[in-house]
C-alpha cells in the first residue's frame, strides 16, 4: 500500500441501511478526514482526527460517526443511511495537526442511498 | 457570503495561453491557502501552497495571495489540454482551538487544443 486507500469504491445502499466506509493510510500521518463532495458545494468536512484517539466535528456531521483507533484507520460510519447522504465521500490525511500542510486525499466512495 | 468563493467557470482558454483561475475568502485572520487540482471522476491533489503575501512560483504555475484584499489566485502559463480539470481552492482558518479547511467549489477549466 502507498498512500490512502478507501473501500468500498462505491455502493448502492438501501434508505435506513448501516455503512461504514473504510478508509486506510500508510504514510503515519497524525491527522485525517473526511469529506462529502456534491456538484456545486466542493468539498465540505464531515469529521476530522488530529491523532490516534481523537476526533472531531466538521461542517456536516449530523447522520456521520467516525472513530481513530489507531494511526492508519478512520472509518466513517452511516448509522441510518437517507438518501441526502448519496455523494463521493473523500478521505484524507496530513502530517500534521492543522492541516498547514499537504492534504493527500484517497481515491473517493461513490454512495447512492436511495 | 459563503468562507471561500470561486467562479464554477467554466472557464476556457486556448493551448499556450494563460489561465488566470481567482479566489476570495471571508476569515481575514487564514494562514494558509492551497490550490487543488481535480480531473474528473478522481480525487483532488495539491498543486501550490502558499502562506505569505505575493508570488510564489513553480514551473508553470504561480500563486499570488494578498491578505489585504483576501484574494489568491492561481495562473497557468502556456496552458496545455492536460490542465483541463476543476481547480479547487482551499483556506485555512485562523486557529479556533480546532482544525478548519475550507474548500471553495471549484473553477472548471477548458483548454482548448
Known amino acids: 500500500i502507498a498512500g490512502i486507500t478507501q473501500a468500498p469504491t462505491s455502493q448502492i445502499l438501501a434508505a435506513g441501511r448501516r455503512m461504514t466506509l473504510r478508509c486506510t493510510q500508510d504514510m503515519r500521518h497524525n491527522a485525517m478526514y473526511w469529506y462529502r463532495q456534491d456538484l456545486g458545494l466542493g468539498l465540505r468536512l464531515i469529521h476530522y482526527?488530529?491523532?490516534?484517539?481523537?476526533?472531531g466535528k466538521g461542517e456536516v456531521p449530523d447522520g456521520y460517526s467516525v472513530s481513530r483507533a489507531n494511526t492508519d484507520d478512520f472509518p466513517l460510519t452511516l448509522a441510518s443511511a437517507v438518501p441526502s447522504q448519496t455523494s463521493v465521500y473523500f478521505c484524507?490525511?496530513?502530517?500534521?495537526?492543522?492541516?498547514?500542510?499537504?492534504?493527500?486525499f484517497g481515491p473517493g466512495t461513490r454512495l447512492t442511498v436511495l | 457570503q459563503k468562507e471561500v468563493e470561486q467562479n464554477s467557470g467554466p472557464l476556457s482558454v486556448p493551448e499556450g495561453a494563460i489561465a488566470s483561475l481567482n479566489c476570495t475568502y471571508s476569515?481575514?485572520?487564514?494562514?494558509?491557502f492551497f490550490w487543488y487540482r481535480q480531473y474528473s471522476g478522481k480525487s483532488p491533489e495539491l498543486i501550490m501552497s502558499i502562506y505569505s503575501n505575493g508570488d510564489k512560483e513553480d514551473g508553470r504555475f504561480t500563486a499570488q495571495l494578498n491578505k489585504a484584499s483576501q484574494y489568491v489566485s492561481l495562473l497557468i502559463r502556456d496552458s496545455q489540454p492536460s490542465d483541463s480539470a476543476t481547480y479547487l481552492c482551499a483556506v485555512r482558518a485562523g486557529d479556533t482551538g480546532g482544525f478548519k479547511t475550507i474548500f471553495g467549489a471549484g473553477t472548471r477549466l477548458f483548454v482548448k487544443a
Open positions: 476569515d481575514r485572520v487564514s494562514q494558509s
Open positions: 484524507a490525511s496530513s502530517a500534521s495537526r492543522g492541516g498547514a500542510d499537504t492534504q493527500y
Open positions: 482526527s488530529n491523532t490516534a484517539g481523537t476526533t
